[in-house]
């Protein structure tokens, strides 16, 4: 997505700030969001020169922040008001071909017909000593 607009203050160590853009392509997802979509979300912000305590949080340098011109990021929700997705986001220069950001596939997406077998020699077992529950 374009990064239209930053918050150009942050008045706390740390804190969400508002990000708005528009989308510019899309890898993956549901069809809620569009190309030419309006978005809006939060992302947790730490403000220089502060230094941050350990947290759960993944916080994003507001200067890196100010000088982005695009992000790559997973979002949740339908536009304009959505959601990151697990602090799953990362600055990019320029739009890209190939998603910078991974995906983990389930393991059994690899081999779904192993998954099958597993499952059928399973139920035959609980079929056979009267056993229903795994």
């Given at each position: 997505?374009?990064?239209?607009?930053?918050?150009?203050?942050?008045t706390?160590?740390?804190?969400?700030?508002?990000?708005?853009?528009?989308?510019?392509?899309?890898?993956?997802?549901?069809?809620?969001?569009?190309?030419?979509?309006?978005?809006?979300?939060?992302?947790?912000?730490?403000?220089?020169?502060?230094?941050?305590?350990?947290?759960?949080?993944?916080?994003?340098?507001?200067?890196?922040?100010?000088?982005?011109?695009?992000?790559?990021?997973?979002?949740?929700?339908?536009?304009?008001?959505?959601?990151?997705?697990?602090?799953?986001?990362?600055?990019?220069?320029?739009?890209?071909k190939?998603?910078?950001?991974?995906?983990?596939?389930?393991?059994?997406?690899?081999?779904?017909?192993?998954?099958?077998?597993?499952?059928i020699?399973?139920?035959?077992?609980?079929?056979?000593?009267?056993?229903?529950?795994?």
């Open positions: 997505m374009s990064v239209d607009h930053v918050p150009n203050n942050v706390m160590p740390c804190e969400n700030l508002c990000i708005k853009g528009k989308v510019v392509c899309i890898f993956r997802g549901r069809r809620s969001i569009r190309i030419g979509d309006s978005v809006e979300f939060d992302v947790a912000v730490e403000g220089e020169p502060y230094i941050l305590r350990t947290s759960g949080i993944l916080w994003l340098n507001y200067s890196n922040l100010l000088q982005a011109n695009y992000m790559e990021v997973f979002l949740n929700g339908k536009p304009p008001n959505c959601s990151i997705a697990l602090y799953q986001y990362e600055l990019i220069e320029a739009p890209t190939n998603p910078t950001l991974s995906s983990p596939q389930p393991k059994w997406w690899d081999k779904p017909l192993e998954v099958w077998h597993y499952f020699r399973r139920v035959s077992y609980w079929i056979q000593w009267g056993i229903w529950l795994p």
